[in-house]
């Protein structure tokens, strides 16, 4: 039996190449996106603003290192000790609620003494992805 259609024309095997890129690319830079948002939320937490601090500078660049930096009156064991106390209310505030995911470490910080002599400097700084 003969079948008098036109036979299909047959396609490149890079004719689907074009779609399977763009859609890596989508689903890469969302997941980046996603990524990026859980990494800011966490480290502009306020839990860790010290009372009366002033913020002096803070950068938030796309994937890069963010930094926070704050300008506080007191001395920097001072500063120290409220950053224990505030770890061990959170965790035990955790503890107390059940609910593990509460417990939060400061972002990874540093203390310098304020080169205009007003106490001491308190810069966070996170690496997101």
Known sequence: MFDEREPK??????????????LSFLLVGGVTTFLYQQCTTSFWDSRWLYPDAEIVAGTAYFLSTQTRTLRIAATPAIVEEWIRV???????????????????????????ADPQGNGTLLIYSRNCP
């Not at 965790?91 to 310098?112: C, F, I, Q």
């Open 86 to 112: 505030q770890v061990a209310q959170i965790t035990r505030a955790a503890v107390v609620s059940g609910n593990v995911d509460a417990v939060a470490e400061p972002p990874r910080y540093t203390l310098e």
């Open 9 to 22: 024309p047959q396609r490149s095997i890079l004719s689907g190449l074009g779609v399977v890129v763009l």
